[in-house]
């Protein structure tokens, strides 16, 4: 079967492909997300790599409220603390909640894709599950965020 656009196809894969092999091996401190804390050996942090840590990155960025904080860039972090007290309907609330978290994770280039699905709100916690797709595999991820 032909494709209807060729060249753009090819060279968007080919862009993905080049993007995906200069990407350096992403590390990270291993975090103990229970108790909001890095993990420390023998005095020194357990550093940990590729999917996993790409994972830790991103339970960071969506607990991190974007712009915040000068010592992140203007794009990291998530808005979905905007979405406190609005007055929209659940319906508006949970379609933008979703888009925030995928705007948020999207930021990573190491991450390539992002779905969400199954999101509720009870309480002051949001709780969402999420497919995540990185350069290096992919993985479904349930997150509970305070607002």
Sequence with gaps: MADIFPSFVSSLTE??????NNLPLYKECKWDF????PIFKNGQPVIIT???AVLTWAHHALLTVRGRWEIHTPNYGSDIETLIGSAWSSELVTAEA??????CLL???YITSVFCSDI???ESTL??????ETIYSESEENY???L
Excluded: V
């Design 127 to 132: 709780t969402i599950k999420c497919k995540i």
């Design 107 to 109: 930021e990573s280039p």
């Design 15 to 20: 862009a993905q492909s080049q993007i995906k």
């Design 120 to 122: 509720s709100f009870s």
């Design 98 to 103: 979703m888009q925030y978290i995928k705007e």
């Design 50 to 52: 590729g999917h996993e």
């Design 144 to 146: 509970e965020l305070s």
């Design 34 to 37: 229970e108790n909001n804390k």
